[in-house]
């Protein structure tokens, strides 16, 4: 398998359910981040990870809780979501350094809170 | 106001026409993308440029630091062009990204 991967590809939950996303890269990077994208808003970053360490948390509600067990795995467990939270979910990973690099990005995961 | 605005939000264009995607940006940035997603979420990066131009097939992107604007441009438009265009912005300092909502292009055959 190349490139990042996430699942599910589709995720409906209740406001009461605890589940958790996840994200794999095999492209070697050590970096990876998490996006929200919600219909007509811009790209939100909600937490970067470089070599398994957390450096950016933009103020996200903490019934998001990120988890990165390794410069390759990176989780996102949801518990108590409000239905604005339905959005897709993008997993991206990159090299990270002085120098900007490329972000590739996963698939997605469709998330819908009911 | 958002620090990365695209124009046009929606674009329709007939087969073969050129098309010109443009994004104004409002902070320092040490590079910015221009990133296509097609329906059912997929982000591909097209290009990561911090100045001057870049060529890619039929894709053309430049980029004017002074003037805080960069455009995309399609040359020779294919119905499989259509999907979205976001172009991002990463800040001078530390590691924050800063996207803009997007360009929908839809190309007819």
């Known amino acids: 398998e190349t490139g990042v991967t996430q699942t599910p590809r589709h995720l409906v939950m209740g406001m009461t359910n605890k589940k958790s996303l996840k994200c794999e890269q095999h492209?070697?990077?050590?970096?990876m981040y998490w996006y929200k994208q919600s219909a007509k808003k811009p790209l939100e970053l909600m937490f970067v990870y470089n070599f398994k360490e957390q450096t950016e948390n933009n103020s996200v509600p903490s019934r998001f809780s990120p988890e990165c067990p390794n410069s390759s795995h990176l989780f996102l467990h949801l518990h108590t979501l409000q239905p604005e939270d339905s959005a897709l979910y993008l997993c991206?990973?990159?090299?990270?350094?002085?120098?900007?690099?490329?972000?590739?990005f996963g698939p997605g995961t469709r998330l819908t809170v009911t | 106001k958002n620090e990365v605005e695209q124009s046009p939000q929606n674009l329709t264009a007939q087969e073969g026409e050129f098309i010109t995607i443009n994004c104004s940006y409002s902070?320092?940035?040490?590079?910015l993308h221009w990133l296509q997603q097609h329906p059912g979420g997929g982000i591909v990066s097209l290009f990561m440029?911090?100045?001057g131009k870049k060529k890619h097939g039929r894709l053309i992107a430049t980029i004017n630091i002074q003037e805080k604007h960069s455009s995309l441009h399609i040359t020779a438009s294919h119905p499989r062009d259509s999907a979205v265009y976001i172009c991002a912005v990463r800040a001078l300092t530390g590691n924050q990204f800063y996207f803009g909502t997007g360009t929908s292009l839809t190309v007819i055959p």
């Open positions: 440029l911090s100045s």
């Open positions: 991206a990973s990159s090299w990270t350094g002085t120098a900007p690099y490329e972000q590739y």
């Open positions: 492209l070697g990077h050590n970096a």
């Open positions: 902070v320092g940035i040490s590079a």
